[in-house]
């Protein structure tokens, strides 16, 4: 197993337009984990999935974030009409059942750039 | 609201030495503690972790100290090698790791 994979590495949008990101975890790990980081901070909580059911969500996920775990493995992100404030580093991480101490496996990273 | 909050931007440090890195939070429901090291252009990658029934752990030249009453956690890296320059991030949770708050990060620099 390779890790926690990303796809696209970067993507560059224009305001308005949608874009989706996929994230394929360790195999073995049955939760997944979406955080967002801006410039300067600490990556932010979006969503949280144990196989295929979202048991979390941050009030950070407006209404234009949408999340799916189909079958309980690789996971999308897809955001709705792009603004600016959105772009960002969207991470995405899996872990066991005991990630709080184990420790998330994070992927490199999705860099979305609104323009 | 920044729950957890790492004050120092940045720490150089000369190799071979002692590097502290120092975390507060302010959410006394927080029971989980990790730290990652993150490299340019990578994901964050975990370090050590540690709950709140313990005061310190340790993991090769890294261990994490925990004072609750302080609501303050720290990561002592000794002996500091260069390859160990990195932003480094503590973050916290008030269950079972569901969700983690991060802090801004504090970039080390080991000096050769």
């Known amino acids: 197993d390779t890790g926690v994979s990303q796809n696209p590495r970067h993507k560059i949008t224009k305001r308005g337009q949608n874009v989706t990101f996929r994230c394929d975890p360790i195999?073995?790990?049955?939760?997944l984990y979406w955080y967002r980081q801006t410039l300067g901070q600490g990556p932010e909580f979006l969503t949280y999935?144990?196989?295929?059911?979202?048991?979390?969500k941050s009030r950070l996920l407006s209404d234009r974030f949408s999340a799916e775990r189909p079958k309980g493995s690789f996971s999308t992100l897809e955001i709705q009409r792009t603004e600016q404030g959105d772009s960002a580093m969207y991470l995405c991480?899996?872990?066991?059942?005991?990630?709080?101490?184990?420790?998330?496996?994070f992927g490199s990273g999705t860099r979305l750039t609104v323009v | 609201d920044q729950q957890v909050k790492q004050n120092s931007p940045s720490l150089s440090v000369q190799e071979g030495r002692i590097s502290i890195l120092n975390c507060d939070y302010t959410n006394s429901m927080f029971d989980y503690f990790l730290w990652y090291k993150k490299y340019p252009a990578e994901g964050p990658t975990f370090l050590i972790s540690i709950s709140s029934i313990k005061d310190k752990n340790e993991d090769g030249r890294f261990t994490v100290f925990l004072n609750k009453s302080a609501k303050h956690l720290s990561l002592h890296i000794v002996p500091s090698q260069p390859g160990d320059s990195a932003v480094y991030f503590c973050?916290?949770?008030?269950?079972?790791?569901?969700?983690?708050?991060f802090g801004t990060g504090t970039s080390l620099t080991v000096i050769p």
């Open positions: 195999s073995e790990h049955n939760r």
């Open positions: 999935f144990q196989n295929e059911a979202q048991l979390e």
């Open positions: 991480a899996s872990s066991g059942p005991t990630g709080w101490k184990d420790g998330y496996t």
């Open positions: 973050a916290a949770s008030p269950n079972t790791g569901n969700q983690f708050y």
